[in-house]
């Protein structure tokens, strides 16, 4: 099976082989995510044998795809919940073998070093950090990366008022808290403002979920961080 081919079906049986160990319904939302998180399409923007990491990587789920189906050279990623990085470590355990994996625990205010990584993903994370720190956590994460290195932003998209309320509900029922979505234009400025080059957007519905991913660069001239905040990005 590539990625080229692969259905929602299998990748959730790809899940499926490898989660075994987590409890029900952590493994429950393991196995589900494909079919409301376009995985799929996020797995086609991993070149094969690339250094990969993932912030906000909860059980390992994507992961765990992208060491089955893009034999990356290295896997990476962080999340608050001490114990969502022990499902990762033991959901990646065999796929990742004789690949370098490093997961950690953030603290919420530290990004690691991401300068080993040609791609870092961004899933599903930027609508639960709170505006008015949003453009110092997108910063963190430009000085963190590699001149060259891409970053992967997929959200959910505020323009789409009804189904982004919809959203709402799934994060108040499965995580207790109400996210804080973002316009995909108010992403794509706010990456712009840091000095990514954007080079790809898209937009997809998943059942209720309107979702939008944007594909940036870091250019290979790449210095710091502009010191003021950019104009309109917090819709």
């Not at 899940?15 to 494909?34: F, G, N, V």
């Not at 399409?41 to 690339?50: E, N």
């Not at 956590?137 to 590699?146: D, G, K, N, Q, R």
């Amino acid at each position: 099976m590539t990625v080229a081919d692969a259905s929602t079906r299998d990748l959730v049986d790809v899940l499926r082989r490898h989660a075994t160990s987590a409890r029900a319904l952590d493994r429950l939302k393991t196995l589900y995510r494909p079919y409301i998180c376009p995985f799929d399409d996020l797995l086609k923007l991993v070149p094969p044998g690339a250094a990969v990491f993932d912030i906000g990587c909860g059980n390992g789920a994507f992961l765990l795809l992208v060491a089955v189906l893009r034999r990356p050279s290295a896997l990476g990623g962080v999340e608050v919940s001490p114990r969502l990085i022990a499902n990762a470590q033991s959901l990646l355990a065999g796929p990742s073998a004789g690949i370098g994996l490093d997961l950690r625990v953030y603290d919420g205010v530290t990004i690691p070093d991401l300068g080993n990584y040609e791609c870092v993903f961004l899933i599903d994370v930027l609508h639960h950090v709170p505006l008015p720190v949003r453009d110092a956590f997108l910063a963190h994460i430009w000085e963190a990366m590699a001149p060259g290195a891409t970053l992967v932003l997929k959200d959910i998209d505020a323009a789409s008022r009804l189904l982004c309320g919809c959203n709402k509900l799934h994060d108040l029922l499965l995580s207790g808290e109400v996210g804080h979505e973002i316009e995909a234009a108010a992403a794509i400025r706010a990456l712009d403002h840091l000095g990514f080059r954007i080079d790809a957007v898209s937009r997809r519905r998943v059942l209720w979920y309107p979702h939008y991913t944007v594909v940036a660069t870091k250019p290979p001239t790449a210095t710091s961080v502009p010191t003021s905040p950019g104009k309109g990005s917090s819709r």
